[in-house]
Structures are given as structure tokens and as C-alpha cells.
């Protein structure tokens, strides 16, 4: 995020340790880690569904704009 901007950027990169098929959602969470439960404040659609497995890295951009 910059400073008087209204965008922020949002990159996250996920190594599984399992197959995954058809990942079709991304979000955001409150919580800082996968163990603790926490509020989700933004959600959204893939531009294309994912489908991974061990050894394989997802990585995840996204950039929210707020207005109001």
C-alpha cells in the first residue's frame, strides 16, 4: 500500500503439501496465521482455476481499489 493512494496490492505465494484441483477463490483473512481462525475481508474469483500438487507454488496477485 502508498501512502494517500486507494490501492493496495496483495501477493501471496502457497506451496502445497497435497493435490489440489479446481482452486477457484482467493480471500483474505484477518488471521496471521492458517491455525488461527479469523475474519474474511475480501474475497474473490481466479481469472483461471488452479489446479496444483506437492512440490508446485501458487502464487497469487491480486490489487484491491477502494472508493467511497
Known amino acids: 500500500h502508498t501512502y494517500g493512494v486507494a490501492t493496495s496490492t496483495f501477493?501471496?505465494?502457497f506451496s502445497p503439501t497435497g493435490t489440489f484441483n479446481a482452486i477457484h477463490k482467493m480471500a483474505l483473512?484477518?488471521?496471521s496465521t492458517s491455525a488461527?481462525?479469523?475474519?474474511?475481508v475480501y474475497?474473490?474469483?481466479l481469472n483461471v482455476d488452479a489446479?496444483?500438487?506437492s512440490g508446485d507454488t501458487l502464487t497469487v496477485t491480486d490489487t484491491i481499489s477502494?472508493?467511497?
Do not use: K, R, W
Not at 36 to 40: F, L
Open 11 to 13: 501477493i501471496n505465494a
Open 29 to 31: 483473512l484477518t488471521a
Open 36 to 40: 488461527a481462525a479469523g475474519i474474511m
Open 43 to 45: 474475497e474473490a474469483v
Open 51 to 53: 489446479t496444483v500438487a
Open 66 to 68: 477502494v472508493s467511497g
